[in-house]
């Protein structure tokens, strides 16, 4: 008795688009949601050290490494939006892009108020 065929299943990637460039917007994406992530962590935890304790040890390295996690994935998210917006045939929505921008530049402008605010 012959099997029955499967129906053919659906391509992953849009058609006309390289795999290589959704790899890389996906990379983008999940680069931009970790440095998010890594911002509010450590926004928060220097909140903390501010206004409650601050002395308290493990906040204060938990704030530091979060400050490091989020300045390694902000300056990543940079390099890969200008690779995704220069790269994708069909270019990523404004908003998505400006939010990138905004959490790669958020860092590094938080330790230069954080150096010259004491």
């Given at each position: 008795m012959p099997r029955a065929k499967r129906p053919a299943?659906?391509?992953l990637t849009p058609p006309g688009?390289?795999?290589n460039i959704?790899?890389?917007?996906s990379l983008w994406m999940l680069s931009l949601l970790t440095a998010l992530a890594c911002e509010s962590v450590a926004g928060a935890a220097q909140f903390?050290?501010?206004q409650a304790d601050?002395?308290?040890l493990?906040?204060?390295a938990l704030a530091g490494m979060m400050t490091l996690a989020s300045l390694v994935t902000a300056t990543l998210t940079l390099a890969l939006t200008a690779a995704v917006c220069k790269l994708r045939p069909v270019r990523?929505?404004?908003v998505l892009v400006v939010v990138a921008i905004l959490a790669g530049i958020m860092?590094?402008?938080?330790m230069l108020i954080l150096r010259f605010a004491g």
């Open positions: 299943r659906p391509p688009e390289p795999r959704t790899l890389l917007t903390y050290l501010r601050a002395e308290a493990p906040v204060m990523p929505p404004l860092p590094w402008l938080a």
